[in-house]
């Protein structure tokens, strides 16, 4: 059986294995998300949150503080009870014909006795320099990673999950349909959202988590 790790994936690997359906960047029904609200409360502090990004550096910026001053911020904001955001998560997956793991940057999904039991989203930060590669494979396998574990508590022959990818305060979500988990070959679907750039798009990226946690 192969075996994958995330930071180490690349398009080879995945149309290897799985049936990769990729589809336009459009504005599909999940990010139109203008009948949404946010409270007082949280407008207020995405406010301050913009703020603190308006007369940064955001470029210069390690991976760490961008995290820590943009992006995780916004996770928090999408909690709602049990569905909580989380931090370098393990991810770990067995299907017929390969196994992956590797470290998620960020997740929101639901919490059960202190662990993420259910992940509704999978974020990954791009690295910047000439180390960087290519995150989207990197989010495809945590994504596939993230459908099996869902697949192995609910027995959904569809697994529904989210995912974005972060560049700076910029983000790009998409939506995934993984099938066939038990088959020699998975199905992924895949949709593209636009660009979100948090200095100007808090509001709506906020949205579209919050909306993603209310499915």
């Known amino acids: 059986m192969e075996k994958l790790v995330f930071s180490k994936l690349s398009l080879t690997d995945l149309k290897r294995l799985v049936t990769l359906q990729e589809g336009p960047i459009a504005s599909y029904p999940w990010t139109l998300v203008d009948t949404l609200t946010l409270t007082d409360q949280e407008r207020q502090q995405l406010q301050y949150i913009?703020?603190?990004l308006i007369n940064s550096d955001i470029q210069l910026m390690n991976e760490s503080t961008l995290w820590a001053r943009a992006i995780y911020p916004l996770?928090?904001?999408?909690?709602?009870?049990?569905?909580?955001a989380w931090g370098e998560v393990p991810l770990y997956a067995q299907y017929v014909q390969f196994e992956i793991e590797g470290i998620?940057?960020?997740?929101l999904g639901k919490t059960v006795a202190g662990r993420i039991e259910t992940p509704y989203l999978i974020v990954v930060e791009t690295?910047?320099?000439?180390?960087?590669?290519?995150?989207v494979f990197q989010l495809y396998g945590q994504l596939l990673a993230a459908a099996h574990l869902n697949f192995e508590n609910d027995?959904?022959?569809?697994?529904?999950?989210?995912g974005c990818y972060t560049i700076a305060d910029t983000w790009k979500f998409v939506r995934t349909e993984v099938e066939e988990i038990e088959s020699d070959r998975p199905?992924?679907?895949v949709e593209y959202s636009r660009e979100y750039s948090e200095k100007y798009d808090a509001e709506t990226i906020l949205k579209?988590?919050?909306?993603?946690?209310a499915r």
């Open 50 to 52: 913009k703020s603190r």
């Open 75 to 84: 996770l928090l904001l999408a909690e709602h009870g049990d569905i909580q």
């Open 104 to 107: 998620a940057d960020g997740v």
């Open 127 to 135: 690295k910047k320099g000439i180390e960087s590669q290519n995150p």
């Open 155 to 162: 027995g959904q022959t569809t697994q529904e999950i989210f």
């Open 187 to 189: 199905l992924l679907r």
């Open 208 to 213: 579209i988590l919050k909306g993603i946690v």
